[in-house]
């Protein structure tokens, strides 16, 4: 939104608002409105306070009765302004897990082909930390979403050594996987299938984690949009507590203030994190370390995003 949009509407308490800008200026500029608006009706109400404070004390008083009246005209003629109508916040919170001693996960000369003669991923060297922000990033097909998959153990490299500490828990989130739940059940059946033995009240709370609230979770999927369907994926990865949050385009379903309560989310999560996702808005807010998957290897970037698509537009230009 920030590379195309030049301006924005937004939709809110029934009006329609136009910004000139992109996505961060209409941020920067609607705050600074609600701003002003907000002290501009504090201003008026400590006003309207001062001047009922005087009719109220000299109401009774015949000598003062044509400035009562005076300042009851005024208010009369003071324009209604409205106090600033706050959009509710999501919020999305994961579990924190418990220390895991070092190393939690690593590959060592890693190599994997789905073609015998066609290597995807070669002598890829790299470790997650527990506290890691890591993006995936690079061209399509370049083996991104297979370097996760190895990760979670459903693909096996050919060749090289992959480790994962004994008691680390990972939890992953496929783009697929919102297509693939049950939508005849109910989020909390979905919840209670995955990881039986609680109270409804128990799922209910673990949904509400991730704004599945009230109704939303006792209605049948099928009724439920995809970024809500999106959420109940998320509350199914929160519920394996994981040390590790493997997530694939998170954000395909996910609506502004949904991407913006899961950057939070996934920032203040005291375990690690390793992201694939065409937002640049989710990888700037919340990734420090940039891996590049092209032509076989898996490399650190030295710099952040920006700097990474200067470089890539720079290539394009030669």
Known sequence: MNTVCTDIIHMWSHKLESYHGDYESFQKTREERLKNQQREYDSQMEHRAHVQEFVDKFRYNAKRASLVQSRLKHLEK???????????????????????????????????????????????????????????????????????????????????????????????????????????????????????????????????????????????????????????????MNMARPHILVLDEPTNHLDMDSVDALAEALTNFKGGVVLVSHDEYLIIKVCKDLLVCEGGSVKAFPSDFVDYKKRLQAMSMV
């Open 78 to 236: 003071l324009p209604e302004l409205q106090a600033v109508e706050l959009e509710p916040k999501i919020t999305f919170r994961f579990i924190d897990p418990e220390e895991l001693s070092p190393p939690i996960l690593m590959f060592d000369e890693v190599s994997f082909r789905y073609q015998p003669n066609t290597p995807l991923l070669e002598r890829v060297t790299f470790g997650v930390r527990l506290d890691a922000r890591i993006a995936l990033i690079g061209p399509n097909g370049a083996g991104k979403t297979t370097l996760l998959k190895l990760m979670m153990n459903q693909l096996q490299p050919q060749s090289g050594l992959y480790q994962r500490h004994q008691k680390l828990r990972t939890a992953y989130f496929s783009q697929h996987f919102v297509d693939q739940l049950d939508l005849s059940k109910t989020p909390v059946e979905i919840l209670q299938e995955k990881y039986p033995g609680k109270t409804t009240e128990e799922y209910r709370r673990e949904l509400g984690a991730f704004g599945i609230t009230g109704q939303l979770g006792v209605q049948t999927a099928k009724t439920l949009s995809g970024g809500q369907k999106s959420r109940v994926v998320l509350t199914l």
